[in-house]
């Protein structure tokens, strides 16, 4: 990234004394934005007021000239006004886009001189009333995969273009009420009913809460998702993968969908869909041909045979 700056700001930041402001712009993934500086007055920068006191601090800036990953790391205090425990524990953080950048808060018409721009939020820990979040520069995009391998699952969504399931249809996506609860993360539901031959079928699916009603998430699961990690229908027992971020409590009602495990085998019998699934299970792997030597009488040779 370009680190070129006005003349009046260059000159500036040659000076022995300077009266620079660190400054962080946040864009969650649903266009909600923040602004903090760690200067000690609010200041207003493009229209935007970046609030003081918020007690964001960066650790050192690493940026590589290869294609290795920029990476940077964030420390606040949580703030009940500003960014609070439950919503980051919710995701709403997950992949936030992040700008920071210096002004001299003496003239800000001076401009900006940006530390990153277009940065995405990795890991977030939360701790002590405090988090951590680490930074990822662009070249985080070059690690990822951008090809597709073979595999005996299935490597499309469940729901996707790709898999062309509809699950909206009412015949995949339920409504349930919460009976009692054990914690945040398993509890006892009322209303699902499940097929005798795949009492299974919510494993994987996204379970998304309908109440408690609320504008915001604050306090509230409402509009929240989370992955079944199980579900008895005998004792009408569901587990989540993770936890709700928000008390669950009984008479809360959700929506959720079936799962898929990627599976040839569920793809065909709980969704009839096998013409559209995306992997080879037919294709021989290393574990499905044994091999074993053998040493002949009078030879030196091996001979490898197989299961075929």
């Known amino acids: 990234m370009s680190k070129t700056i006005g003349a009046a700001l260059k000159s500036h930041m040659a000076q022995e004394v300077t009266t620079l402001a660190t400054c962080w712009r946040i864009e969650r993934t649903d266009g909600t934005e923040y602004f903090f500086t760690d200067h000690d007055v609010d200041l207003v920068i493009d229209g935007d007021t970046y609030g003081a006191a918020s007690g964001m601090i960066t650790s050192s800036l690493t940026q590589q000239r290869g294609l290795g990953t920029d990476n940077m790391e964030a420390l606040s205090f949580l703030e009940s006004d500003k960014i609070v425990e439950g919503e980051i524990n919710a995701g709403l953080f997950d992949h936030a886009t992040v700008d920071i950048f210096y002004v001299n808060w003496a003239s800000l018409p001076q401009g900006k001189l940006y530390l990153c721009q277009g940065w995405k939020v990795g890991n977030i820990e939360v701790r002590d009333q405090a988090f951590t979040a680490e930074l990822r520069g662009k070249g985080q995009a070059l690690d990822q995969s951008i090809v597709e391998i073979y595999s005996q699952s299935c490597r499309a969504t469940l729901g996707d273009s790709r898999c062309g399931v509809d699950l909206e249809d009412s015949a995949y996506v339920h409504t349930g009420t919460v009976d009692s609860v054990t914690d ?19 494993r994987y699916g996204k379970l998304t809460w309908l ?21 008895d229908s005998d004792t009408g027992e569901l587990v989540l993968f993770e936890a709700m971020p928000y008390t669950v409590s009984v008479g809360d009602e959700f929506e959720v969908t079936y799962g898929c495990d990627k599976s040839s085998a569920t793809c065909a019998s709980r969704f009839a869909n096998i013409l559209n699934f995306r992997g080879e299970p037919f294709v ?16 030196g040779r091996h001979i490898l045979t197989g299961d075929r």
């Open 184 to 202: 945040n993360q398993t509890f006892v539901v009322t209303g699902l009913s499940v097929p005798s031959d795949d009492t299974d079928c919510f």
């Open 211 to 231: 109440t408690p009603d609320s504008d915001e998430y604050e306090g509230s699961n409402a509009g929240l998702e989370r992955e079944v990690r199980s579900y």
């Open 284 to 299: 021989p792997n290393a574990d499905s041909i044994p091999l074993t030597a053998k040493m002949p009488r009078g030879g």
